[in-house]
């Protein structure tokens, strides 16, 4: 398996260096743990989703926490059968068979019950892509009522969905849509934006 993302973080600020430097450091727990790249596009994160899912929340949530309006993009990938294995993305989320729809539903809500609390308000929007599978509809279909009794479910929007509340509560949602909608060992993508702090009217 090998799982990851290609991310940037866009502080709306001159000061954009200065708050982009300040939240890198939100990563440090996490570097053992993953394979970081970064180049003047964006950076690389290559690790199993859960590792990869909090990282992402603490630099956003770090970025957030300057008070400016900030995005974060990401391109989510796992299983690319263009991409060879790699150990560091083992992960507890793929052994084994895929239980029923409804365990998986079940089981997803009872991560997001457990998610951290970061006190940043956030929105996100996401597609979920299932590739490669006949059936990839159900999975779709399966994680939109998931997401609909998530607690963070705002509306359905043209491509996509859009969430709303703390970071925590939207990455843990995030990492279940990721993980438990399409085969274990399968391709599945996500596109997703985040925001916070924006001046735009909700």
Same mark, same amino acid.
């Given at each position: 398996m090998f799982s990851g993302a290609q991310i $940037?973080?866009?502080?709306?600020?001159?000061?954009?260096?200065?708050?982009?430097?300040?939240?890198?450091?939100? &990563? !440090?727990?996490y570097r053992?743990?993953?394979?970081i790249e970064t180049d003047d596009v964006s950076t690389l994160l290559v690790g199993p989703p859960e590792i990869l899912f909090p990282a992402m929340r603490d630099l956003f949530a770090a970025g957030a926490r300057s008070g400016v309006h900030c995005t974060l993009s990401a391109a989510i990938s796992r299983g690319c059968p263009?991409?060879? !294995? !790699?150990?560091?993305?083992?992960?507890?989320?793929f052994s084994g068979?895929?239980?029923?729809?409804?365990?998986?539903?079940?089981?997803?809500?009872?991560?997001?019950?457990?998610?951290?609390?970061?006190?940043?308000? $956030?929105?996100?929007q996401f597609s979920l892509y299932v590739m490669g599978q006949g059936n990839h509809m159900d999975e779709i279909y399966g994680c939109i009522d998931?997401?609909?009794?998530?607690?963070?479910?705002?509306?359905s929007k043209h491509f996509c969905?859009?969430?709303?509340?703390?970071?925590?509560?939207?990455?843990?949602?995030?990492?279940?849509?990721?993980?438990?909608?399409g085969p274990p060992e399968g391709?599945?993508?996500? !596109? &997703?934006?985040?925001?916070?702090?924006s001046p735009s009217a909700r």
């Open positions: $940037s973080l866009y502080p709306m600020t001159d000061d954009f260096v200065g708050v982009i430097m300040s939240a890198l450091s939100a &990563l !440090d727990p053992a743990r993953l394979r263009g991409e060879p !294995d !790699d150990a560091i993305c083992r992960s507890e989320h068979p895929m239980p029923p729809m409804i365990e998986r539903q079940q089981a997803a809500h009872a991560a997001v019950a457990k998610a951290p609390l970061t006190d940043v308000f $956030s929105v996100a998931f997401l609909k009794n998530s607690g963070t479910f705002e509306k969905t859009k969430l709303n509340g703390d970071a925590g509560a939207l990455f843990a949602v995030l990492e279940q849509a990721f993980c438990r909608f391709h599945v993508t996500i !596109d &997703l934006t985040v925001s916070a702090n």
